[in-house]
């Protein structure tokens, strides 16, 4: 019989040897691979409103789940001031946002409805539909007319229910910009739920850092998730929709309801992140000026074509070179990471370069002749 420490051994060593075994490496180098898409992690301003809420006694723990003991205060402050700042109707506070996505399409959705998600939507949005009741079907990556093909042919077919269509905004590892307008049009057509991901566009795009799909904010049929952890710099997630949406998850989201509350500091620094980005519009022009320095030291030299957002894909396809070339530019000074499958389609491994406010204009320079080197 095998030991328990050689129980994973060989899928462990399978995985090594096909350049996909993942460790957990410290931070070292400049910033090319985290969120932290305004530098707000270390913001004096959020940190302040914590270091405030700790000497007037707000408590580290929350001391349980949500509907237990868990509901503080600034829990409900924040969710109120998100409510008030995304426009929506109501809003809910999650931990994180993978538990958010995924109660929204577990708990949604209901038996005899349909989801149209994305090719390339999230994992976490993954893991939801799968334990959804509702029939899915994945449409083509940023494809309307897949998104209405697929709500046609359900119809066809005998399809009485609700239509669910889900979508990142903006997507973390291409990238690239869903087409909103026309997904909302469709909507319309078919009396669907808009479900936006807005993880990697909140802070960043939209006024005040509303997202891509701010406009649509506030409508009965759009429910959006707002991630805390990537340009706000804090942590958590907050789902903004309709009131009786928020109600539901209270009573039936199981990610929300069995876990302990985020800390009641943590739904301070939110707050203030919030506050923060509002009026960050200096903040955004200087990450857009990067985006627009990379197009030219990044992608001009390598023929990729110009960056949509912050986030820029350098598709490899084999997943040890990426590898080999993500080191190297690690081993330069520059945090890089390499991403390949499952995170991505099998023979698409890439560099996931990530623009962020922790470096500047001459560091994108540098990046790209090190990247040239590397990629020769």
Avoid at 118 to 146: C, E, M, T, W, Y
Avoid at 196 to 208: I, L, N, Q, R, S
Wanted: glycine content about 10%; some cysteine.
């Amino acid at each position: 019989m095998r030991s328990s420490a050689d129980l994973f051994a060989a899928q462990l060593s399978a995985l090594q040897s096909r350049g996909r075994l993942r460790r957990l490496v410290p931070r070292t180098g400049l910033d090319f691979a985290s969120n932290d898409f305004l530098g707000l992690a270390n913001d004096s301003v959020i940190a302040q409103a914590v270091a405030d809420a700790v000497s007037r006694g707000v408590p580290v723990g929350s001391g349980g789940s949500r509907l237990l003991r868990g509901n503080a205060p600034e829990h409900e402050e924040l969710e109120f001031q998100a409510s008030t700042y995304f426009g929506s109707e109501a809003a809910l506070y999650f931990a994180n946002g993978f538990a958010a996505n995924m109660a929204l399409l577990a708990c949604l959705p209901q038996r005899g409805d349909l989801i149209v998600a994305d090719a390339l939507i999230h994992a976490s949005a993954h893991d939801g539909i799968r334990q959804s009741k509702a029939a899915h079907v994945f449409a083509a990556h940023n494809d309307p007319n897949a998104f209405a093909d697929a709500i046609a042919q359900w119809r066809t077919g005998g399809g009485t229910g609700r239509v669910w269509i889900a979508v990142e905004t903006l997507y973390s590892m291409d990238g690239d910009i869903a087409p909103v307008a026309a997904l909302a049009e469709i909507a319309t057509q078919h009396d669907a739920i808009l479900l936006f991901d807005e993880a990697h566009a909140t802070g960043v795009f939209g006024p005040g850092g509303r997202g891509i799909a701010a406009v649509l904010e506030g409508q009965g049929n759009v429910v959006s998730l707002h991630t805390c952890g990537k340009a706000l710099g804090v942590e958590g997630a907050l789902v903004c929709g309709p009131l009786s949406v928020v109600d539901w998850l209270v009573n039936r989201a199981r990610p929300f309801i069995f876990s302990t509350a985020p800390s009641p500091l943590m739904a301070v620094a939110v707050g203030a992140a919030l506050r923060r980005i509002e009026g960050a519009d200096d903040l955004r022009a200087d990450l857009l000026a990067l985006r627009d320095r990379a197009a030219e030291a990044i992608c001009a030299p390598l023929g990729l074509p110009e960056p949509e957002s912050q986030i820029l894909p350098v598709i490899i396809g084999e997943d040890k070179r990426t590898m080999v070339v993500a080191a190297a530019l690690q081993a330069a000074g520059f945090d890089v990471r390499g991403i390949r499958p499952p995170t991505v389609a099998p023979g698409t491994s890439r560099l996931r370069i990530s623009l962020t406010l922790n470096i500047g204009l001459a560091d994108v320079d540098a990046l790209g002749l090190e990247l040239r080197e590397a990629m020769a």
